[in-house]
């Protein structure tokens, strides 16, 4: 999660029996070889000849974009600290990414996540990228994503079916967007999925990197109080995604300056300065569609454990009604 996850939310999250990823997102090298080692300290894998039990995620289109030795530089720093796992998303040339990483990987190679939006882009990853897990991510989903996504019910189905009967290889499959609780995680693995991934939720713990400000707003947000815009992109300066990729967060008065064509001139001053005040109105949350059931911050470690409880129940629960 750009922005918002670094070493330690990382590392609890893999405390607590998940898997976390430090995002590489738009920071310089030296940033992320902070976190990494960040993580190092916090986890129990603490050697440096011992593969490191989380992962780290690249946007494609900022790896596209910037000069190569840069670009390879921030992959080779998660090669060298031994991550189990990349994970990579939005950008038209992956395959080259994913190369440097499996060309350029010590005896065992990491792990590829793949997040997607359709069917075509997850057979892409699969077939051609040979993705080693793939995250099917529904329009819901809080942060950016592919703003012709569907549902999340419906693109795991479209994503399970084709792979159970069109191909010989069965891909591990992860559920992404709007979930907010172990019930919505025991829904997804009835329906295919291996597991699930949660971004907004772990907004809402001490070690993201968001403000207190920010999981306030969290906290008071319902579920209808999201949209997907471009409306922070153009604010805060960040306008190269690939076409029909967005990103959802809280609506406040950005959006809809934005929606009514409010010169960005106007929009940037009063998003810089509403950030710098932490204003509501103002300011960035990404946040998906769950959020109106997160009603509290806690340790991630411990976050993980409360979802898994209630991911376990959900299943009990079901078990016995049948
Ligand atoms: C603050 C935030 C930042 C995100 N940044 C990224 C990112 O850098 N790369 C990416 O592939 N997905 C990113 N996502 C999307 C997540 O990978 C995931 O699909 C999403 O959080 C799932 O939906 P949920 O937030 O409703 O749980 C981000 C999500 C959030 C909330």
Not at 93 to 122: C, M, T, Y
Not at 146 to 164: E, Q, W
Request: charged share 20%; hydrophobic share 40%; net charge negative.
């Amino acid at each position: 999660m750009a922005g918002a996850s670094g070493g330690a939310l990382a590392a609890q999250a893999t405390n607590g029996g998940g898997f976390g990823f430090i995002s590489a997102g738009y920071q310089p090298v030296e940033n992320l070889i902070d976190e990494l080692s960040l993580a190092r300290s916090l986890l129990e894998t603490r050697r440096s000849t011992e593969t490191l039990p989380i992962g780290v995620g690249y946007l494609g289109w900022l790896l596209d974009k910037m000069p190569s030795e840069e670009s390879e530089s921030l992959l080779n720093a998660a090669l060298t600290a031994n991550v189990q796992a990349f994970w990579f998303s939005f950008g038209s040339d992956l395959g080259r990414w994913i190369r440097h990483v499996r060309e350029n990987s010590s005896a065992k190679s990491p792990l590829v996540f793949i997040q997607v939006n359709s069917l075509e882009e997850a057979i892409y990853a699969v077939e051609i990228l040979k993705a080693d897990i793939i995250v099917a991510q529904g329009i819901e989903s809080g942060g950016h994503g592919g703003n012709y996504a569907p549902p999340l019910y419906n693109l795991l189905r479209d994503i399970t079916d084709h792979f159970s009967v069109g191909s010989s290889h069965k891909p591990v499959v992860l559920a992404a967007g709007g979930l907010a609780n172990g019930a919505d995680i025991a829904f997804q693995l009835t329906r295919g999925a291996a597991g699930a991934v949660m971004g907004t939720r772990f907004l809402l713990t001490p070690e993201c990197k968001y403000t207190d400000a920010q999981r306030q707003a969290l906290i008071a947000a319902k579920s209808e109080d999201t949209a997907r815009t471009l409306a922070f992109d153009h604010a805060r300066g960040t306008i190269d995604w690939p076409e029909g990729i967005d990103g959802r967060g809280l609506r406040n008065d950005t959006v809809s300056d934005f929606e009514q064509d409010v010169s960005l001139a106007l929009i940037q001053s009063k998003f810089i300065e509403g950030t710098r005040m932490q204003d509501r109105k103002r300011f960035l949350v990404w946040a998906g569609t769950g959020v109106g059931l997160m009603d509290h911050i806690m340790p991630a470690k411990e976050a993980v454990k409360e979802l898994h409880q209630e991911c376990a129940q959900q299943l009990k629960l079901s078990n016995v009604k049948k």
